[in-house]
Nanobody, 126 residues
């Protein structure tokens, strides 16, 4: 059974950094698309950054709101996905979710990912 577990959230001041981790089990990690999503109170869940592999080439998709500030990367040997978040803003405050899918898509769409973690809270104070 596929399981993903997030960690690394917390409270940080605006301009600060956090690194989220997601450990996956029950799957062949480098065969799966992986992604980070977030949901703020009263808002829909949205894609933040996703990565998938086709052959030896990796494809990433970042939301416009995080380009240049967030970086997604994965360590296949550790079955772990990371999200390095720099220059954090109060509007980045949300519950952050990790998700996996054997296919995924090129646009980090919520509907294209089928295995979800429980989430980790990120709060950015102004």
């Amino acid at each position: 059974q596929v399981q993903v577990v997030e960690s690394g959230g917390g409270l940080v001041q605006a301009g600060g950094s956090l690194r989220l981790s997601c450990t996956a089990s029950g799957l062949t990690f480098d065969d799966y698309a992986m992604g980070w999503f977030r949901q703020a109170p009263g808002k829909e869940r949205e894609g933040v950054s996703c990565v998938r592999w086709s052959g030896d080439k990796g494809y990433t998709h970042d939301a416009d709101s995080v380009k240049g500030r967030f970086t997604i990367f994965r360590d296949n040997a550790k079955n772990t996905l990371y999200l390095q978040m720099n220059s954090l803003k109060p509007e980045d405050t949300a519950m952050y979710y990790c998700a996996a899918d054997p296919v995924g898509d090129d646009y980090c769409s919520v509907s294209s990912f089928h295995y979800w973690g429980q989430g980790t809270q990120v709060t950015v104070s102004s």
